[in-house]
């Protein structure tokens, strides 16, 4: 069981006005938000952020994309935070995600997919950290 994860509303998503929507099904799924706020990455931090994907053919143009405009990063919890975020949210490839999950709902493309969600309790504390100090969070 783990009690926190991390998201962020991702450019696309944010541009097309999609924003209160997302948040309103995250909070309808039992999380409550820790911390957020709306801010834009440089090249060089998106890179920094995805450093794990370095070596993927896709990661030039994801940082590209994700500095393209602003995002909305958070801090949620609720208990089992990290696996039931990435059942909310869908498969990276919307064309793939259930009917119902955010991707499904928001994403335009497998790049363009609306939202991010940790994949492990480390990553969610790693990311988390990335945008927010510990005196920002509830
Ligand atoms: P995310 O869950 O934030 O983690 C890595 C991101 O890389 C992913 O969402 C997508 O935005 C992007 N991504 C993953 N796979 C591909 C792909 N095959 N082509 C383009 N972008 C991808």
């Known amino acids: 069981m783990t009690n926190r994860t991390f998201t962020m509303i991702k450019p696309d998503a944010v541009e097309a006005g999609n924003t209160g929507a997302i948040i309103k099904l995250i909070e309808e799924a039992g999380f409550q938000i820790v911390a957020l706020k709306k801010t834009q990455l440089t090249p060089a931090q998106a890179g920094k952020f995805y450093a794990v994907h370095?070596?993927?053919?896709?990661?030039n143009?994801?940082?590209?994309?994700?500095?393209?405009?602003a995002i909305v990063p958070m801090i949620l919890e609720k208990d089992n935070a990290v696996a039931d975020f990435r059942t909310l949210i869908g498969a990276?490839?919307?064309?793939?995600?259930a009917e119902g999950t955010i991707r499904k709902l928001f994403a335009k493309s497998i790049e363009a997919n609306a939202i991010h969600g940790s994949d492990s309790d480390e990553n969610a504390a790693i990311e988390g950290s990335f945008f927010f100090a510990q005196t920002e969070q509830f």
Request: hydrophobic share 35%.
């Open 61 to 69: 143009d994801l940082c590209a994309y994700m500095s393209s405009g």
């Open 92 to 97: 990276t490839n919307p064309a793939q995600a």
């Open 54 to 59: 370095s070596a993927r053919p896709f990661y």
